[in-house]
């Protein structure tokens, strides 16, 4: 093991004098630039910009490129937020000129074959949910949740009901009751049982008639399938309101069952991790959701509808729809992604997705529960959430710890401490893509770091520029700005008779 130099800037490296470009010479007569550009609007003193040469410069993005962590290169088994390994055939073709060059305020008869393409996702995604009528236009999973809120607010207002509750399972992700807040209902918790399903009878207490919807993910975050969904949606619907399925998690149900099947009203879908979407860091990504024939009329508008002759248009006349939440069709290039996945995989493909996942995660979890318990189901879907508490308490070792060394083995960490009901939470998802070798490796790692010592794995990561950021720090007060540093080697450059160049710092020698 050894500690990388922290990388140098660009203007650490500049050196004054070097160059990389060689332009030609000019075969167009000079001009003065007094002639071009009054002088009001000329600069006083050149810009500050680093000076170097092509392999500098190369080598330094190149290295930027590859310090993180990156699915293309480490095994990522990051649970909830999987980032799944895509198909590369997926990426090419979504960047096709004839799918990446469209406009959107192209004439709709020059864009029959984009429309096509969206009304079969359309159509697919609603066969897949069991629902009727599907809408492109939510940019995350998130999004796509309070969209599906501001639906089922407009139905419900329709029908001159006033409802003012979502009920949310505290296993939840967190957007849940974010997006229940921002749709205008008020968030109320319901407890989980001791097996991890949603305590049914927290739920009866809190059932009233002031309840829109009841947000349940399943399988759920904790990994595990709740058999009581379809007598939890009898309830809901007993009651006037709707079941919202949060189908984040679908990679492990994928042809197996349907949402619709289950009972539930409406979802949505997180494209980014069932159907090959990039996970884009908050976006630009799709939230697509799905509703039942009786809601569609308050969807998005427009959706892609097709003509008796077989055309294609964009359908916005739909006097009741809650109106646009993004622009244009939503993000098609995430859209064509999800069709071409869809579409290379097949019915049984996808099936082969939701068996694959459950299989790795089920193979992980039997193969090192005996070092990290899972206090929460014997079987689990396409992840597991493991705990560290035993460990903390008898060797002073966290979650925190255990994940920090697996950067040490170039393992991306298991997402943390969530859900919040399983204590110093290991939340692990292999994902359907990797393989048993991959799997095998990873297994003998989690081992071997139950294996060492505390010290060992307080001080991990040894191996990057950083070892622990104060986390919270970094993320409420970012320094954002680079400032000169007197770090070995380096000194503040002599002053270049402009007052910016003063702020850089360059190599002594
Ligand atoms: C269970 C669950 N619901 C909702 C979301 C929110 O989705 P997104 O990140 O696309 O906004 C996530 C995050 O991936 C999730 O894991």
């Not at 009001?40 to 810009?47: D, F, L």
């Not at 082969?352 to 990290?372: C, E, F, S």
């Amino acid at each position: 093991m050894y500690k990388l130099d922290p990388p140098s800037l660009l203007f650490e490296t500049s050196r004054p004098g070097r160059f990389t470009a060689v332009l030609p010479p000019s075969d167009v007569p000079d001009r003065p630039l007094e002639a071009l550009i009054p002088a009001k609007h000329r600069a006083k003193s050149s810009p500050p910009l680093p000076e170097l040469g092509e392999l500098d410069v190369v080598r330094h993005y190149t290295n930027l490129s590859t310090s993180n962590m990156n699915i293309d290169a480490n095994f990522y088994p990051l649970g909830s937020c999987t980032m799944k390994y895509n198909p590369k055939r997926n990426e090419r073709l979504a960047a096709l000129p004839g799918m990446a060059a469209q406009h959107p305020y192209q004439d709709e008869s020059t864009l029959q074959g984009m429309l096509e393409l969206l009304y079969e996702v359309q159509s697919y995604l609603a066969e897949i949910a069991g629902l009727h009528v599907v809408s492109l236009q939510p940019a995350a999973g998130a999004q796509g949740e309070q969209t599906a809120l501001l639906v089922a607010s407009a139905y419900f207002k329709d029908k001159g009901e006033r409802r003012t509750k979502v009920l949310v399972p505290d296993s939840a992700h967190g957007t849940n009751p974010a997006s229940a807040h921002l749709a205008g209902f008020e968030a109320v918790t319901i407890k989980s049982d001791a097996r991890g399903f949603v305590d049914l009878a927290d739920f009866k207490s809190k059932l009233d008639d002031h309840v829109a919807v009841f947000m349940i993910t399943n399988p759920n975050t904790v990994g595990l399938f709740d058999p009581q969904v379809g007598e939890i949606a009898r309830l809901l619907h007993e009651r006037g309101a709707l079941l919202y399925l949060d189908g984040a998690n679908m990679n492990a149900i994928l042809g197996e069952v349907r949402p619709g099947d289950m009972g539930a009203d409406l979802m949505h879908y997180n494209p980014h991790k069932t159907f090959s979407g990039p996970h884009g860091g908050g976006g630009p990504g799709a939230g697509p959701i799905a509703v039942r024939d009786f809601l569609a009329p308050y969807l998005p508008a427009p959706i892609v509808a097709k003509e008796a002759d077989g055309s294609y248009r964009l359908d916005g006349d739909r006097p009741k729809s809650i109106g646009r939440v993004r622009a244009y069709f939503g993000n098609v290039g995430v859209l064509v992604r999800a069709y071409c996945y869809i579409r290379s995989q097949g019915p049984d493909g996808l099936k082969a997705v939701a068996q694959n996942a459950v299989l790795n995660a089920n193979y992980v979890m039997t193969l090192v529960k005996h070092k990290y318990p899972v206090p929460l189901g014997e079987r689990c879907m396409h992840e597991f959430v493991a705990s560290a508490r035993q460990m903390a308490r008898d060797r002073g070792v966290r979650a925190m710890d255990v994940a920090k060394r697996l950067i040490d083995h170039n393992v991306h960490a298991p997402t943390v401490y969530f859900p919040l009901i399983v204590p110093e939470a290991l939340m692990i998802e292999p994902t359907e893509t990797e393989s048993r070798e991959t799997l095998d490796k990873f297994v003998a790692i989690l081992l071997s770091i139950a294996e060492d010592d505390p010290q060992t794995l307080h001080d991990a990561p040894v191996t990057t520029p950083i070892s622990r950021p104060d986390e919270v720090a970094a993320a409420r007060t970012p320094i954002l700005k680079w400032t000169p540093t007197e770090r070995p080697g380096y000194k503040v450059a002599e002053p270049r008779g402009d007052a910016a160049a003063k702020t850089l710092t360059v190599p002594t020698v």
